[in-house]
T-cell receptor
Framework: GEDVEQSLFLSVREGDSSVINCTYTDSSSTYLYWYKQEPGAGLQLLTYIFSNMDMKQDQRLTVLLNKKDKHLSLRIADTQTGDSAIYFCAESKDTGGFKTIFGAGTRLFVKA | EAQVTQNPRYLITVTGKKLTVTCSQNMNHEYMSWYRQDPGLGLRQIYYSMNVEVTDKGDVPEGYKVSRKEKRNFPLILESPSPNQTSLYFC?????????????FGEGSRLTVL
């Protein structure tokens, strides 16, 4: 199957860490992405990881990839109210026509 | 400024009245795609285009048409809209490489079909 699954909601307090989890089914995926959607806007690429990597860190963001379990996570350190948004996990693979498959999105609420 | 522009941003229409949502990108991207976003379902691909005059169906193409006559434009056409096409639509473009690539999204077009 081609499902990318993630939980729909996450609520954290300002200053805490947020961890958003995602599972995917296709082990042939080449890139795995995290996109952020702020209210009333389109999606923007937040970060990505190539499938031969285990971890990628970018300032407050840490992406962990467990290929064996097909599990991807996004950790946001010191979560701020401006991080409130919907976060989409996505996988990309070469099917001859390039396909990017999105999860349903995790809505992150940050409480002040 | 590099961007993907969609119009209209908001539209309310009635069943059966043909409409077109335009999409234009200024990044010289070969790949363009249309998605619809529905609560709990995430983004589902409607149609995509690898290059001019090359289009292909995504996961939910029924009730939609597209055309790619020029590299920068990729309009989405609803010939006879129905209420189940009420949704938030996104156009995206990408400079695709062998292994994928970042998608650049428009701001979305919210369509309501009565």
């Amino acid at each position: 199957g081609e499902d990318v699954e993630q939980s729909l909601f996450l609520s954290v307090r300002e200053g805490d860490s947020s961890v958003i989890n995602c599972t995917y089914t296709d082990s042939s995926s080449t890139y795995l992405y995290w996109y952020k959607q702020e209210p009333g806007a389109g999606l923007q690429l937040l970060t990505y990881i190539f499938s031969n990597m285990d971890m990628k860190q970018d300032q407050r963001l840490t992406v962990l990839l467990n290929k064996k379990d097909k599990h991807l996570s996004l950790r946001i350190a010191d979560t701020q109210t401006g991080d409130s948004a919907i976060y989409f996990c996505a996988e990309s693979k070469d099917t001859g026509g390039f396909k990017t498959i999105f999860g349903a999105g995790t809505r992150l609420f940050v409480k002040a | 400024e590099a961007q993907v522009t969609q119009n209209p941003r908001y539209l309310i229409t009635v069943t059966g009245k043909k409409l077109t949502v335009t999409c234009s990108q200024n990044m010289n991207h070969e790949y363009m795609s249309w998605y619809r976003q529905d609560p709990g379902l995430g983004l589902r691909q409607i149609y995509y285009s690898m290059n001019v005059e090359v289009t292909d169906k995504g996961d939910v193409p029924e009730g939609y048409k597209v055309s790619r006559k020029e590299k920068r434009n990729f309009p989405l056409i609803l010939e006879s809209p129905s209420p189940n096409q009420t949704s938030l639509y996104f156009c995206a473009s990408s400079l695709r490489t062998r292994f994928g690539g970042e998608l650049f999204f428009g701001e979305g077009s919210r369509l309501t079909v009565l």
